[in-house]
């Protein structure tokens, strides 16, 4: 063993080696000279889906700076390959590794999110610190993007799935794009901030963190409006610098005090697990206690579209106030369904699910750039998009973004 320390488990950790070599020689290496090279990992996935643990998962490993080391009970090191095949199974071994051990230790199936978390180790150099950018840049290379490998890590990968995910066309980047970059409105103002934000240098939560806030008190001169973009409304601008910056109106969002909520009574029946909260939101803590599959809550607040998720909330009978996400619908807010017909074209490849949202079943086939859709339904605002929803020739209904 390393390290006798133990880990807080906030983090997985996804890396991938840097340079193409056998896995098992990425194994023996830091099997070796760990305390030589100053870094190491807890396992390496590499040689055609194979797994090498080089030291117990939660203790701490050397991969990513001291503070993320120590919040880390497992980091992963893909071995690179030039062999498309053994990627994919190497691939997927990856993604399932990272689920399970992010199961083991009680972490959410989130990428780069706020809070606890599956974290590339992009998102530790852009969010806490260092210069590291992968896995990001490789997994690029087969077509992988980063939307790709957080849905792959909130569903997983069995055998049957493609790990680049185009089963009707070979071109990379098959999924849906992220909620559009260019769909912002061209509006100015000022905006003053009510509590500390974080500025970042692209669009998002996982954008990269300039390391500058605005502090509460402080204003911001904007140019551009992106709305619903990971639970937020952004405002954008240009620095002194010339560089345009992005934060998100926390104002609203920040606190569950402030977050504004409908007083509706009712009964709620649960079809998955869920987790009952302390506060507002994904991020807000756990209470230790869950709904379970066909229990009941007798709510008397909803509260919308936070952290893509509607929320309930009421009085425990200790008096405390709960909140639990509304997850029958496939972890997304609730949508408005419309009963409407049309014809819509493409400007991008995107995915054909079988239910609506990003977390949906792909059903393996795209519609390309250039194709039409004929549409009986639209479901307005879930994760980021309005989807359209039609009977396909098989007699199932079927789900795509309007990634337009």
Known sequence: MRSTQRTTNNYIILHETGGVAPAINNAQYFNREWRNAGTYSSHVVGDGGDVYQISPDGYVQWG????????????????????????????????????????????????????????????????????????YGYLAEYGISRADLAQ???????????????????????????????????????????????????????????????????????????????????????????????????????????QSYESTSGTYRFNNTTRIRNGLGTGASYSGRNYAAGQSVVYDRVYRNVDGYDWLSYMSYSGQRRYVAMTNSGSQ???????????????????????????????GRNYSAGQTVYYDRIHRNVNGYDWLSYISYSGQRHYVAMTN
């Open 64 to 135: 990513a700076g001291s503070y993320a080391n120590a919040r880390s009970p497992v980091q992963i090191e893909l071995a690179r390959t030039n062999d498309k095949a053994t990627f994919e199974k190497d691939y997927k071994a990856y993604v399932n590794l990272a689920r399970d051990m992010a199961k083991k230790y009680n972490i959410p199936l989130t990428l780069d999110g706020a809070g606890r978390g599956i974290k590339s180790h992009s998102w530790v150099s852009n969010n806490i610190w260092g210069d590291h950018t992968d896995p």
């Open 152 to 258: 792959d890590l909130r569903t997983g990968l069995d055998d049957s799935d493609d790990a680049d995910a185009s089963k009707t066309t070979p071109a990379p980047g098959e999924s849906a794009p992220e909620p559009d970059n260019d769909n912002y409105q061209s509006q100015s103002g000022s905006y003053t901030f009510q509590y500390t934000t974080k500025i970042r240098n692209s669009l998002g939560t996982s954008g990269g963190y300039t390391g500058l806030n605005y502090n509460a008190g402080q204003s911001v001169n904007y140019d551009r409006v992106y709305k619903n973009v990971n639970g937020y409304d952004w405002l954008s601008y240009i620095s002194y610098g010339g560089q345009r910056r992005y934060v998100a109106m926390t104002n609203s969002s920040q606190s569950n005090n402030n």
């Open 333 to 363: 807010s609730a949508s408005t369904q419309q009963n409407q017909s049309g014809a819509y074209t493409f400007r991008n490849t995107t995915r054909i699910r079988n239910g609506v949202g990003v977390n949906a079943p792909y059903t």
